[in-house]
């Protein structure tokens, strides 16, 4: 069974903070990699995926992916308070059966 | 298009009783998915549709947890008999065949006395 780790357990950084969140998986076979997230009282919501080695940008937010150790990440350049949200990781080895991380609490202060 | 949707939003129940949560998943997707959200646990997966078979039941809640896919459209979850320990948000959310990501209802808050 997949496992899968998020750290910091939660996060305060300042408005315009860079900030880093990291996810580990346990089967080197995964092939789909996310970031959700949920805004207080709402439904987790896709951010961003990747599915091959490397980095992503879409706008303020970066996702890096390293099979090999079995690692990625997403850094939000110049944090917003409308960041503040719950992020959960997801991985799957491509079936569709996506496992989740416990997820970051991330309170962005102005 | 209309995304997943969830009804009740919330839910209060006496210790004991029967009730049943219902789900629609996003027209066209093949894969429905049932979890439960705690701050203590996490997503926790309760139960896996895929074109309304049966994929996956979570195993530590097969004793009063049952989930159904009537039709394509339409899922079903009835927790029976209902005990404190279920107070959480239950989510479903589907998503199309050969593509993961998944797309969330907004959920039943509930609530057992």
């Not at chain 1, 996060?11 to 860079?18: N, S």
């Not at chain 1, 940008?57 to 150790?69: P, V, Y």
């Not at chain 2, 998915?33 to 701050?39: E, G, L, S, V």
Request: proline share 4%; charged share 20%.
């Amino acid at each position: 069974q997949q496992k899968v780790q998020q750290s910091p357990e939660s996060l305060i950084v300042p408005e315009g903070a860079m900030t880093s969140l990291n996810c580990t998986f346990s089967d080197s076979a995964s092939q789909y990699f996310a970031w959700y997230r949920q805004h207080s009282g709402k439904a987790p919501k896709a951010l961003m995926s990747i599915f091959s080695n490397g980095e992503k940008e879409e706008g303020r937010f970066t996702i890096h992916l390293n099979k090999a150790s079995l690692h990625f990440s997403l850094h939000i350049r110049d944090s917003q308070p409308s960041d503040s949200a719950l992020y959960l990781c997801a991985v799957s080895i491509g079936n569709n059966r996506i496992f989740f991380g416990d997820g970051t609490q991330l309170v962005v202060k102005p | 298009d209309a995304g997943v949707t969830q009804t009740p939003r919330h839910e209060v129940a006496e210790k004991g009783q029967t009730i049943i949560l219902k789900c629609e998943p996003v027209s066209g997707h093949n894969d429905l998915f049932w979890y439960r959200q705690t701050k203590i646990q996490g997503l926790e997966l309760l139960s896996y549709f895929r074109s309304k078979s049966l994929m996956e039941d979570g195993g530590a809640f097969k004793d009063r947890f049952k989930a159904e896919m009537l039709n394509s459209s339409f899922s079903t979850l009835k927790i029976q008999p209902t005990e404190p320990k279920d107070s959480a948000v239950y989510l479903c959310a589907s998503s199309l065949l050969g593509e993961d990501t998944q797309y969330f209802g907004p959920g039943t808050r509930l609530l057992v006395l």
